[in-house]
């Protein structure tokens, strides 16, 4: 059952005493196959929960790395078949929960959500949605069960990090971001993701994951007593970008490597 | 139809808030720094001290009485917005956010800008109040648009060209709403049309207004009465919003010329006229996107037309019927420059001209004894080699 599916994510590493480890890839990049393929690898790493982007031609909310696997996508002529393609082939692959990260246009121009359901995914995250946009997108969303996942930034007042406490879908964890800035590799975690989690930790009973600069293992284990799991975009994209034909070795290992600096 | 957004900056079903959660608490502070500085007559005596001082308000309305004559049609009025320090009416908007940002206690500016004419403006303003600013360009707009490239960079400020997506100045906002989230403390981002999330459009309009306010009074003292029809180009939309508000309750026509470009049916910028709804750009509002959603590359010779977005508050405008949204080609706005140039000698830039366009067809149409008038929204001297480029290529075309 998807509503349960976030959440027993986050069960099962807690009682393994780790974070839960959730890869993104942009659907797409640099194929169908390929993203498929990365997928399985980051499941036999030990991923435990796979995050899908869909390609969008302004995502603002995203550094170099993230703007040019959209843009390698969209080149391809990644649409929305070829989105919907990746997550039910993903999600039949990997047997893991998928998530749909997609900006609001893309969803609003979807007529019926349905289509997201029937290829697995479990849940939304929209980084243009902030909380207090009466958007019908959520009532679409709720009326399929899908949890939209909100954020929380350093910048978010303790007031904010309460009202996403108490209106919080019931499957969904918040999804914090680390930094002032955009998603992409950055040299060390920073004092403000800390801050944030603790604040975030007194307010939120829902899991709290961490995502935006988590370059690698050293970054996990920085946070890994402060936060419930981690998100790692940017780090994965550039490590396929380098490692060519090779790149599903590479991510399984580097995938092992976060779930293993994620123990606490 | 209501003329002001509801508490969250909502123009009927357009407008809201619609960023990384990181900028909320941003967003959160410039709005009520706005309305305190709005209630404050300190705040409204400086900022209307520097429009009077500083870029020599209040403009002239005047009377194109040549062009009228030639067109012999209803009597043409100008506002004068070209006339303004640093020649256009983006100034008026970055006084007013330059004295809000040492308000709120910042002390750096970023901006976008398309045809240079709002980084020239903010620039301008950061010379002035001794604060530190990056301008974000399109790349494709770095080159169309030099001579303001170089007025920027004499100014102080840094100029970033931008060489994602289009290149213009589309990819110039993403660019600086991202540059914007990693600076949020200390910085504040100037955005140069009534678009973006609350309360930008509202804030931004409130700035711009002074043009209608103005053209009001000094049509009425010119005239009489009040104009039969506004005229004005839409981009994002400041311009036009700034004289279009002060008359929302008249009975006063009002036209937005959007670019069409090369034409609707090819490569255009014409988003109220061939878009619809969703949200790009903190906003809902009309976009220029394709039917899953991802955004269009828009296209207009005029780079500060060359937008596929457009304010919340004229898609309202639209929606409701109270503005009727025109649009008119590169060839035409061409033409209707040379034209106002020749019998005028008044050489106004390539986004107002798409307006002098439309006010001299609907001159020809209203005929003698109705007034236009029309938001000469800035000056051309930037435009002299891209029009010489475009006159070139179309030697032997009809102009």
Redo the contacts between chains.
């Keep these: 059952m998807a509503r349960s599916e976030i959440g027993s994510v986050f069960a099962r590493a807690a009682a393994d005493q780790r974070l839960a480890v959730m890869p993104f890839l942009v659907a797409g990049d640099p194929s169908i196959e390929e993203t498929v393929r990365l997928a399985e690898a980051c499941a036999a790493g030990g991923a435990d929960l796979i995050e899908i982007g869909w390609p969008?031609?302004?995502?603002?909310?995203?550094?170099p790395t993230i703007?040019a696997a959209s843009?390698r996508a969209?080149d391809r002529q990644v649409?929305?078949a070829e989105v919907l393609e990746v997550l039910t082939q993903v999600r039949r692959r990997t047997g893991l929960p998928v998530l749909l990260l997609s900006?609001?246009?893309?969803?609003?121009?979807?007529n019926d959500l349905g289509p997201l359901k029937a290829a697995g995914v479990c849940g939304l995250i929209i980084?243009?949605?902030?909380?207090?946009?009466?958007a019908a997108i959520r009532v679409r969303a709720r009326a399929l069960d899908l949890p939209v996942i909100?954020?929380?930034?350093?910048?978010?007042?303790d007031q904010?990090l309460s009202e996403i406490g108490r209106t919080i879908d019931p499957d969904a964890f918040v999804y914090c971001?680390s930094l002032?800035?955009?998603t992409g590799q950055r040299q060390a975690v920073s004092q403000a993701a800390l801050g944030l989690l603790q604040r975030a930790r007194e307010r939120i009973a829902a899991p709290l994951a961490v995502g935006f600069g988590i370059s690698g293992p050293d970054a996990v284990s920085a946070v890994s007593r402060h936060a419930d799991g981690v998100i790692v975009g940017s780090a994965l994209i550039d490590l396929v970008q380098r490692q060519g034909r090779k790149a599903a070795v590479a991510v399984e290992r580097f995938v092992a490597d976060l779930v293993h600096a994620g123990h606490r | 139809m209501p003329t002001e957004p509801d508490a969250?900056g909502h123009f009927g079903e357009f407008g809201?808030?619609?960023?990384?959660?990181?900028?909320?608490?941003?967003l959160d502070q410039l709005q009520a720094a706005f309305s305190e500085a709005m209630a404050d007559s300190t705040f409204l005596a400086e900022l209307e001290y520097w429009n009077r001082t500083y870029t020599g308000r209040p403009s002239l309305l005047y009377h194109a009485r040549a062009l009228t004559e030639r067109i012999g049609g209803a009597e043409i009025y100008l506002k004068r917005e070209d006339l303004n320090h640093t020649g256009a009416h983006k100034i008026n908007n970055t006084i007013g956010q330059a004295l809000l940002t040492r308000r709120m206690g910042k002390h750096k500016l970023i901006a976008e800008t398309g045809a240079g004419q709002h980084g020239v403006a903010t620039a301008t303003v950061a010379a002035l109040f001794q604060m530190e600013c990056e301008v974000f360009m399109g790349a494709e707009d770095v080159r169309r648009q030099s001579l303001n490239v170089r007025r920027m960079e004499l100014l102080g400020t840094r100029v970033t060209a931008v060489e994602?997506?289009s290149r213009t100045l589309?990819?110039a906002i993403?660019e600086a709403?991202?540059a914007w989230?990693?600076?949020?403390?200390d910085t504040h981002y100037v955005i140069g049309s009534v678009m973006g999330p609350h309360p930008f459009p509202k804030m931004v309009r409130t700035f711009q207004s002074v043009i209608g306010q103005e053209a009001r009074s000094q049509i009425l003292e010119m005239t009489g009465r009040l104009p039969d029809l506004l005229v004005a180009a839409v981009g994002g939309g400041s311009n036009a919003a700034g004289l279009f508000h002060p008359f929302l309750d008249d009975a006063v026509a009002m036209v937005g010329v959007e670019a069409a470009g090369e034409g609707l049916d090819a490569r255009h910028a014409a988003t109220l006229s061939r878009g619809r709804p969703?949200?790009?750009?903190?906003a809902r509002s009309y976009?220029l996107?394709d039917?899953?959603?991802?955004?269009l590359e828009a296209h207009s010779l005029s780079a500060g037309l060359d937008y596929p977005g457009v304010g919340p508050e004229h898609s309202l405008w639209k929606e409701s019927g109270r503005v009727r949204y025109a649009s008119c080609t590169d060839q035409q706005a061409v033409s209707a420059l040379i034209q106002l140039s020749q019998t005028e000698g008044v050489l106004c830039a390539l986004e107002s001209a798409h307006a002098v366009a439309e006010a001299i067809e609907q001159a020809r149409r209203l005929g003698p004894k109705k007034t236009i008038v029309v938001c000469l929204s800035g000056r051309g001297d930037k435009d002299v080699e891209e029009l010489n480029r475009y006159l070139e290529a179309h030697r032997d075309g009809q102009i």
């Design positions: 969008f031609s302004d995502p603002i909310a995203d550094g703007q843009k969209l649409g929305r900006y609001l246009n893309v969803l609003l121009s979807m980084p243009d949605l902030a909380l207090d946009e009466p909100p954020f929380a930034a350093p910048t978010s007042t904010r971001v002032l800035g955009v | 969250g809201g808030r619609f960023v990384p959660e990181t900028l909320i608490p941003a994602s997506g589309k990819d993403n709403l991202r989230v990693a600076s949020v403390g969703g949200v790009l750009h903190g976009v996107q039917e899953e959603g991802q955004i």
